[in-house]
């Protein structure tokens, strides 16, 4: 083991990693998204060789629904698929675990490998983060997750309908169009930033001086069709994105609402319920005028 005392720090480096010791005894008293993001920007200052071991926060993404067009990688496998069955094709794991409702959801979609397949990728949404952070039941709880993840929930309804599956690891090509598209990135740079702040190793394709595509390390799945083994991507898919609608509050209504409360003392207050009604019920009716048949997705 090496001992800090035996090497020369730098100061600057030092001072890092004493903020470094302070973040992380923030995050042990009263953890934050902020606090959190913080040691991950500290470490990568004292170590910028690090890179797909720490699993980043993942970013908000914006209202968006998957478009049911059909969308495929070029694929570069690591290792040729059409190995034997083996029983570990079958079995459970720590991240492929089969509780009662991956069981049940495995039933409800007939124990079919296309409606499995195809279920799990148009509701399952996408995060980008890179490793194994929820296996398959967080996966199906949250109904969200990134390329392993979603991989190992599909591996869990497989398996657990008798259809033998694996992961597939590789390296895949994607458009900087496509790729925008998948993470919620609004520029090539921003979308090649979700991804490498994410801790997903990515190498840019330039070509001349704009990026085109990016390479990156993925995750898929291969099942079994009783001859040949199947490649299936369940975490990439195309989104169709809805901006939420703009509006500026009623100031005349927010006041009447606020009239309509008064303080008697501390943490006491007097509320006049016939005016906080007549107020309600003017906002309902100017939002109503606001948002006409819209949804609440598409009004959000």
Known sequence: MKSWASHWIPPEKLDNARRLIYELDNIIINPSIDQIDSVLKLIEILDPEVQGEILATKPELPNRTVDTKVNAFKVRPVKATGAPVTDADLAETPEIVFTEAIIAKAAELNHDVVDIFTWVRFNIDYEPYYGSMKGSNETLVDMAGNDCDQSSFLLALLRA????????????ELKIEDLM?????????AAVAIMQRNKIPTTIIYKFDAIEGVIFDHIWVEAFDGHNWRLMDPSFKTYIYTEGMAFDLDDSAMASFADSISEVNENIYLIDHNAMKTSLEAQGDWLKGIAGNSTVGEFL
């Not at 598209?181 to 740079?189: Q, V």
């Open 161 to 172: 309908s008798g259809i033998p599956s694996r992961y597939v690891r590789g390296d895949v």
């Open 181 to 189: 598209n998948w993470t919620g990135g609004k520029t090539p740079e």
